[in-house]
């Protein structure tokens, strides 16, 4: 039989009772349990990460890889999206995901570490490798492959392999270059 919350009793009235009446033997030994009188407030929190330097683009730099699934809404949202942008291009819903849906993917897995990917993003290269199933997981693996100086600005070449994760497997599905100005 469940007892309300301060009914004679209840776990709660016995433990305000032992706490009214210290030194009562009647509830010594009694089995006491944590109530939760309140939650924390959430507060949003951020990570402070430096933006990418020149210093820290060293060719050959890896960043972390992401790993996530490609939900139908996404797509569908990014399919929308480009439809108001490209009024004049035939859009019809599929269940492969377009090629250009990742590419942010460079700048996605470098601000694991940083805040910002760069000061000024000058281009992209991308190809499409095989097909991603809307509803497959995804496993996105950056680098800094090049580094170049042109009229007193840095340059640095970023290359990212989204690939299609199939239990250990990963098959290499969008190839991604972006030239970033650092």
Known sequence: MRRALGEPGSRAAADSDAAAVPGDGALAGAERTAHVVGRPIPLLKR?????????????GREFPALEYVVDEAAV???EALAARVLPNRRHTPSQVVPPAFFLDEPMQCINTQFSQSGRLHAGHRIEGLAPVPIGATIRSRARVT????????LFVEVA?????????????AVAITATLVV
């Open 47 to 59: 990570i402070v990460r430096p933006p990418l330097s020149d210093a820290e683009a060293t060719v």
């Open 76 to 78: 569908r949202a990014f």
């Open 146 to 153: 090049g580094r170049q100086e042109r009229s007193g600005r």
């Open 160 to 172: 990212c392999t989204v690939s299609v994760v199939e239990g250990a497997a990963e098959i290499p």
